[in-house]
């Protein structure tokens, strides 16, 4: 048997590796993004890709200092940043709530299964025009726009998860005493944080996807708005700025999603 400083000293060699191999993981992640943005820069300015279509890492830095010195993008980051987090809680929460009475009523369950599964498989996205007419073309619809797109696949996720608990720790919880609602809150529920967890992150892109097409749709200002009219001008550095701007902010939500699993994990 090992002595305590011998597993001392295993534990730090242990945590010493893991951060070693952190370290070379963020390495290769910054070559590869060196080398991507490298290569773009180089295939346009020697023109082995037309700079008119594919733009340039230069073009869109410039166009980005140009936009953040008048302030427009703050307003289209700010506008569509809005529409995203309130469709992406309201999506997330609205799913959540169904799968809930879902479990807490089998009946129910059984009758709104065969809808769950047609509405899943129906293009959500193709309902933005019929949500556009019946909300107006407005801020409320792109946010409807970014909650539609996510909220069956919430539902379907998270109520499948509440039935994946474990039978036998509702039965010892109904032996001593316990109710439905205290058996959801004390079991069923902390059970199914890791799969909300994951529901969240595919939320986040799920909402930047209905939100961008909803802009697309109705929006005057945006960066979905700023991508059609970049298209319509044929500005491709403007399109690709915006699909950049929009690539840091999901991942930043995508982040703030890590954290809080990171602290549920801890707090569980």
Do not use: C
Request: net charge positive; aromatic share 14%.
């Amino acid at each position: 048997m090992k002595s305590s400083d011998e597993i001392q000293q295993l534990h730090q060699k242990f945590l010493a590796s893991l951060k070693r191999e952190k370290r070379w993981v963020r390495f290769y992640q910054l070559i590869i993004f060196l080398v991507f943005f490298g290569s773009w820069e180089l295939a346009s300015q020697l023109r082995w890709i037309d700079p008119l279509i594919f733009s340039s890492p230069s073009k869109v830095w410039k166009l980005l200092i140009e936009n953040v010195q008048n302030g427009s993008l703050f307003m289209h980051i700010g506008v569509t940043l809005g529409e995203t987090i309130l469709g992406f809680l309201l999506g997330t929460l609205l799913g959540t709530l169904l799968a809930a009475l879902l479990w807490w009523s089998p009946i129910l369950s059984k009758i709104f299964d065969p809808y769950l599964v047609i509405l899943n498989a129906m293009p959500k996205i193709a309902l933005g025009p019929i949500l556009i007419v019946a909300l107006g073309p407005n801020f409320t619809s792109i946010m409807a726009m970014g909650a539609l797109i996510s909220v069956i696949i919430t539902t379907i996720v998270v109520y499948t998860a509440f039935r994946g608990v474990d039978p036998n720790y509702l039965k010892v919880l109904y032996i001593f005493g316990a109710t439905r609602a205290q058996s959801f809150k004390e079991a069923v529920l902390p059970a199914s944080f890791p799969t909300i967890i994951s529901t969240l992150k595919v939320n986040v892109g799920l909402s930047w996807v209905g939100v961008i097409v909803g802009e697309f749709l109705v929006s005057s200002k945006g960066l979905g708005y700023m991508i059609i009219y970049g298209f319509q001008v044929f500005n491709f550095t403007l399109v690709f700025l915006s699909l950049f701007v929009i690539a840091i902010f999901a991942t930043i939500m995508y982040q703030l999603v890590e954290l809080l699993e990171k602290k549920l994990i801890k707090n569980n």
